[in-house]
């Protein structure tokens, strides 16, 4: 299935932003609370370095909610950081429920959706059972389940929603793939593992980080939808490679642990494409979206040896610029 063929259209609701010129310096962010990694007090150099969520995604989960009965009457995001998602639930759903457990993340998602009275702020974290039981038709979830307590995150989310709502999640992986150049998707992986194993080795990284880590390492098979809840539940592995069994992984095989599969028999798995998840870029950029993931990461990392060929290799035989395609981990489910 190629999510882009989904025919309900949504338009960005933020403009395109262009690739950032300057260079990303620094160790990373610093966390507002570093139990929440990404409660961050800037977000204008993550809008810069990372993919853009795509109108495809939200179009395929409100075909996945029709389909299924679900009403456009409230939405929820969860884990909202700056508001990407609340914005694009708004095209469609008349008011929208907006949680964080950031306060300047709460803060700029104020600023950033309009108009104001279409949406109702909370800051909290993803474990709260707000806004209230059986008050949602939509609740979903952008690159922030990894970071949570997921059993009681579903089952409170659960709570909220009405009968044949629906949730939606995803995950998008640091794992890239470089559909031009099989040899840039072996240094990007070769990269990431000696970078995080010096981390590891260093005690550089938080507890929380390395939660993220096990959460996210195949994706969200180590997520249980309780089937008192839920049913319908569909997992798309999105622009993932045939016959590579961890394409996720962006850590060494075996030196992280990692949660148990916990994908049910009754529960449909399926292999999709989306070209919405690709972005051209350059050696900057891409220096730019792994100083975003708020990883304590010294300048020294841009001289290891496959860091130092991917960079060779991007400028002298792609001429600076190379597609970057992501990876990335959805589930679906519906309320009984």
């Known amino acids: ?90 095209q469609v759903f008349a008011h929208t429920y907006v949680s964080d457990p950031g306060e300047a993340n709460v803060a700029i998602a104020r600023q950033r959706l309009r108009p104001s009275e279409r949406f109702t702020f909370q800051q909290a974290p993803a474990e709260t059972m707000w806004p209230g039981e059986s008050m949602v038709d939509m609740a979903v979830i952008c690159n922030a389940l990894h970071w949570t307590d997921a059993p009681v995150v579903m089952e409170n989310l659960a709570k909220t929603l009405k009968p044949g709502g629906s949730f939606a999640c995803c995950m998008q992986a640091f794992r890239l793939n470089f559909p031009q150049s099989p040899k840039l998707d ?66 060494k095989i075996g030196e992280f642990e990692e949660n148990p599969r916990r994908v049910k028999d009754s529960e449909r798995e399926e292999n999709v494409e989306d070209p919405g998840w690709q972005r051209q870029v350059d050696a900057n950029w891409l220096r730019g979206f792994l100083r975003t993931t708020t990883l304590p990461l010294p300048d020294s990392v841009w001289s290891i040896e496959p860091w130092a060929e991917l960079e060779r290799v991007i400028r002298e035989e792609f001429g600076g610029q190379v597609t970057a395609e992501w990876p990335v981990y959805m589930l679906l489910a519906t309320r009984k």
């Not at 300057?22 to 007090?41: N, V, W």
């Not at 929820?76 to 694009?88: E, K, N, Q, R, Y």
């Open 186 to 251: 072996k240094l990007w992986l070769e990269a990431t593992e000696t970078i995080m194993t010096k981390l590891h080795s260093e005690g550089a990284l938080s507890d929380a980080i390395l939660m993220g880590i096990r959460n996210c390492y195949s994706g969200y098979e180590g997520v249980d939808v309780p089937e008192e809840y839920f049913t319908n539940v569909v997992r798309w592995h999105v622009n993932t490679r045939e016959g590579d069994a961890t394409p996720y992984r962006f850590t």
């Open 1 to 90: 299935m190629m999510l882009s063929s989904i025919t309900r259209y949504f338009k960005h609701p933020f403009s395109r932003r262009k690739r950032a010129q300057k260079q990303l310096d620094g160790i990373g962010f610093e966390a507002e609370d570093r139990k929440y990694p990404f409660t961050i007090s800037s977000w204008a150099d993550y809008h810069s370095y990372r993919p853009m969520l795509p109108p495809s995604m939200f179009s395929s989960w409100i075909k996945y909610h029709e389909a299924h009965g679900g009403e456009l009457g409230v939405a929820h995001d969860i884990g909202a950081g700056s508001g990407t998602g609340a914005a694009f639930l708004s």
